[in-house]
């Protein structure tokens, strides 16, 4: 007997028909005398639909209220397939968030501070099935709360965490974590195993498989979690049919095959501002961030070079192309107390990102990328890089030919 949390995402919800292939998904998890709790996301694109109701009643909407509209779309699928499993002779039910209770703190984008297992605990002991809405919790005061984009990914991590689940199983759309884009790279391969840390790294950098706090969540608290696809055949579902399917993410210790780099990320979600004649002095860099951390503007990439004075520096960073325009304009605004001479902004940039823990061990990995870029004639307009990634930022119209370039470059076709 394991203890096992499933998660479906949107796609997987997607009408009567997909929940019912999920109901039987559970239903077999069930039959091999496991124990299970079920989180679910909204149906696909309801929760798109219920931000957009909340903007068009007014611009400027109460935190608390758009909570209470957003969290309505996983009501809705953990009440559906609860009633599914019923019919199915499974005894299930939906349990909302605040009915365990899953605490939380803040609106709109809270964060877990605590999940309360002894409503599970009771079900389990009584052979029974907690279906779970997702992206949603309570505050001590009662409000309902949203955990922002992903959020059930998040939601589902925290679960298996306070029931101390063998694992935490991601049911979405695709049948798991590849070592790039198959759409590009058709001979991508699928991973059998990533680390946490690559996983971090790879989710942070573009890759949409994972949520990012649900990963930071399962490597604080040692969760395994296993991708893989809900959309198999219902024939295919038999004892055991999850095993060797998926990708596994755990401890670096226990990943069979470490390879150098593990797989190639790519954003297009990315603009470049450049600030021009920057004064070269202390504290000019900190005004400069500390206004975009004020105007709540995440950057990500940063280098900072001199510039044809002595007494000046040029600048270039990135942030989310949804801020960019935002970005411009409060640097434009800051201009003369700043001191910079002119800001640019570029728009058609993308962060390519290679990823590995045996980077840690290994040397010539940051020649092998810029060799292979060259030799495509991509040129590299910043760099950043951490213990095990390395991200350059290239002309957007190259994303492909990169990813292509980088993926062959590192051998990751072989198997």
């Given at each position: 007997?394991?203890?096992?949390?499933?998660?479906f995402g949107g796609t997987s919800m997607a009408g009567i028909e997909r929940i019912r292939h999920v109901a039987n998904l559970v239903k077999r998890e069930a039959e091999a005398r496991n124990q299970v709790a079920v989180v679910v996301s909204?149906?696909?694109?309801?929760?798109?639909r219920l931000v957009q109701l909340?903007?068009?009643?007014?611009?400027?909407y109460d935190p608390r209220e758009y909570d209470v509209?957003?969290?309505?779309?996983?009501?809705?699928?953990?009440?559906?397939?609860?009633?599914?499993?019923?019919?199915?002779g499974v005894n299930a039910r939906s349990y909302m968030g605040w009915q365990l209770p899953i605490r939380t703190s803040g609106h709109a984008a809270a964060l877990i501070e605590g999940i309360d297992a002894a409503v599970l605990e009771r079900v389990f002991s009584e052979g029974g099935i907690?279906?779970?809405?997702?992206?949603?919790?309570?505050?001590e005061a009662g409000d309902v709360t949203t955990l922002g984009r992903g959020g059930s990914d998040t939601t589902a991590v925290?679960?298996?965490?306070?029931?101390?689940?063998?694992?935490?199983?991601?049911?979405?759309?695709?049948?798991g974590v590849y070592t790039t884009d198959p759409r590009i790279v058709p001979r991508a391969r699928k991973l059998d195993q990533v680390s946490y840390e690559e996983m971090l790294e790879l989710a942070s950098l573009g890759a949409k498989v994972l949520n990012t706090r649900s990963v930071e969540?399962?490597?604080?608290?040692?969760?395994?979690?296993?991708?893989?696809?809900?959309?198999?055949?219902p024939e295919e579902i038999k004892p055991g049919w999850t095993e060797g399917r998926g990708t596994l993410v755990c401890e670096e210790d226990e990943v069979v095959e470490q390879r150098i780099v593990s797989g190639v990320a790519y954003s297009r979600d990315e603009a470049k501002i450049t600030l021009l004649g920057l004064p070269y002095k202390p504290g000019v860099p900190a005004g400069v961030f500390r206004r975009l951390a004020e105007a709540n503007v995440n950057v990500d990439m940063i280098v900072?070079?001199?510039?044809?004075?002595?007494?000046?520096v040029n600048m270039e960073f990135t942030v989310p192309k949804r801020d960019a325009q935002r970005t411009l304009e409060l640097m434009q605004a800051n201009q003369a107390e700043i001191g910079f001479e002119e800001v640019r902004r570029d728009d058609e940039v993308a962060k390519i990102s290679v990823v590995g823990v045996g980077m840690r061990s290994h040397a010539g990995v940051a020649e092998t990328m810029f060799a292979a870029l060259a030799d495509k004639g991509v040129t590299i307009q910043v760099i950043s890089t951490s213990e095990i990634k390395i991200s350059v930022l290239i002309d957007a119209a190259y994303t492909e030919l990169a990813v292509r370039a980088l993926h062959a470059a590192y051998g990751l076709e072989q198997v």
């Open positions: 007997m394991a203890r096992i949390v499933m998660k909204a149906m696909a694109g309801e929760t798109d909340c903007r068009e009643a007014a611009s400027l509209v957003v969290a309505s779309g996983e009501q809705v699928t953990s009440g559906l397939l609860a009633i599914t499993l019923q019919g199915m907690a279906v779970i809405p997702g992206f949603q919790g309570v505050t925290a679960v298996a965490a306070a029931m101390k689940a063998d694992r935490c199983d991601i049911y979405t759309d695709v049948d969540l399962a490597m604080a608290r040692k969760v395994p979690v296993r991708v893989l696809s809900s959309f198999v055949q900072q070079s001199r510039a044809r004075t002595s007494d000046s």
